[in-house]
Structure formats: structure tokens, C-alpha cells
């Protein structure tokens, strides 16, 4: 049943498509002050801060290309202890959602919510006197930015910050506020991970001081992150996400299989980044590579897929 390429159709178990993708998009107010609107991230060729315009033209594209959505990340040129920059009417997410829905109504836009590129530390949550992350005084703080997304005209709200509680206080927040159809991707199963390094760059939210592990998941527990997303789903996640991919194949599956949500797979800045090098070292074909990447993350049991190849993968497809 593998000789041809029809016969090899016929009985192929996953298909790729563009309306299984997001591609996600660095939104920023310094890239807003240039000429070109857009700013070069050095670990990650093919990717720019864009301003709000340029942010616009890329989710057109997107559209285009049969993508389902894209998912925003802020880049603020003010920080602050609180994050406050997070929650502001006319912040940089804020604005570009309601550009993006203007002009392209059809695409999903969704919007990660987290603090980290709005706290001067680059922690996900505010500070207790001692430095460690206050958990129970974050969440009312997200469930603010999550709020000002939703007004901003979000289809779906995406928590990465990891912290305790989170899924549940933004639904509650987003329900007394009116935004009853606005829903909610859970980063369920987000690991402590080397692989953020690019987005951290991209992004300015490396941790002034120590790490992310005392929140985000240890590489080593599958359990702990089925019990994340199971916690998720009882706090009212209409979808939960594993974080990063290519490692957690297991957890892809084990999480579609316990929660039975649509399930995203994030596919990384460093696993971008890796393929990247590769590809640019001659060591690997660019386009093979992320064919069978985005595949065998469909197979693992990813619904959608979170990737910065997705603009190139959709066009792959339509070639
Ligand atoms: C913010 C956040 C991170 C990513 C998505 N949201 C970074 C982090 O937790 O440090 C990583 C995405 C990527 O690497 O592509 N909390």
C-alpha cells in the first residue's frame, strides 16, 4: 500500500490543513515607531515585531491562506512591578485585535494572556516582598487583561502564565463582564522549557532574576500535566494546550485522550529556531522537516497547531 503516491493517499491516517493552524504574532509598540513597521527577531529568521498595520497585513495573509487564526503577543515599550501595561484599553493587543477584526472578521484571534512582557522582573505574576511569585494576588490581575481582550473583540483568550486558579477566576471575570461567548485555550500542560529562549527575545520577558520553574511544569512529570488539564477543564477551559511539542508527544495524546477537548500543540520559538538552523546549515530539508513535524503532532492528537511555519506550511499545501 506504499508504492504509489495515490495508493499512499488513499490510506493516509492525518491530513495537514491551513484550517488546523495559528500563526502566532509579536505585536509591538517599538516596532510601531519605525519605518517599516517591523523589527527583526535575530533567533528566529522569518519572524519580525510588527506594528499594528503590519500585524493586520500578516493576519489578512493569514486568512488568505486558509489559516484559522492567529495568536497575539504584546511587546510594550513601559513596564511596570504590576504588569499594568497588560490591561490597557489602548494597549498594543488590545488595539491590534480590534484592527484585526475590522478588516478580517472571519479570522480567529486569539490572544495570549500573561504578564511577563509587561513586568519590569519578566516574572508571569507579581512579587511577594521576597521575590517569589504571588500566586492568589495574580490571578484578579489576568482575569483584568483577559477582560480588556475580550472587550477588544477576542474570539478566545489564552492563559500562559501557569499559575494556579487562573481558567477559573478569567471566567468568572469574563462572564460578569458580558463576555459569556468568549472562550478560553488553557497553556494546560506548560513545561519549565529551554525552548522559549527565541521568544524570550523576541518578546523581552527573560526573568530579571531566577527561572520559571517554581510555576511552569517539570519536563519530567507526564502525570502532573494531565492533572493541570484536567483542573483546567473543571475551571471552564474550552480548549487546553501542551507546551512545547516535539517533546510532549505523549502528553498530546494522553491529554486528548483524558480531557477529550480540542487539544493545541504549541510548537515553539526554539523548535522554529532549530529547524531554522538546520535548514540554513544545509543539514535538513526546511519544508520536509515541518511537513513531518506538523503531522506527526496531528497524529500524536493535536487538533490545531500553533506554529511560525504556519504561513509557509499553508502555502506548501496550496503548491
Ligand atoms: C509567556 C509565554 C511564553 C511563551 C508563550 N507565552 C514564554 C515563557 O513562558 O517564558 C513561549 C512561546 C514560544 O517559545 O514560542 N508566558
New binding site residues.
Partial sequence: MRRTASLRGLVRETQLAPGRLVE?IFVSEAAGATAAGREPVAAMPGVDRVSVAVAVEQARTAADLGIAGVLL?GVPTDKDAEGSGAWEPDGVVQLTVGAIKQAVPELVVMT?V?L??YTDHGH?GVLRSDGVVDNDATLELLARVASSHARAGADLVAP???MDGRVGAIRAELDSDGYTDVGILA?SA?FA?A??????EA?G?TPAFGD?RSY?LDPANGQEAIREALLDVQEGADMVMV??ALAYGDLIHAIKDATGLPVAA?N???E?AMVKAAAAAGYLDERQAVTEILTSLHRAGADLVIS?HAADAARWLAQ
Avoid: L, N, T
Fill in positions: 502566532p503577543f495570549d500573561c511577563c512582557e508571569c500562559s502564565d501557569m497553556y506548560k522549557s525552548f522559549y529562549g527565541p521568544f524570550r518578546a520577558s520559571r511552569q507546551k512545547p504549541y515553539v520559538s526554539g522554529y511560525y
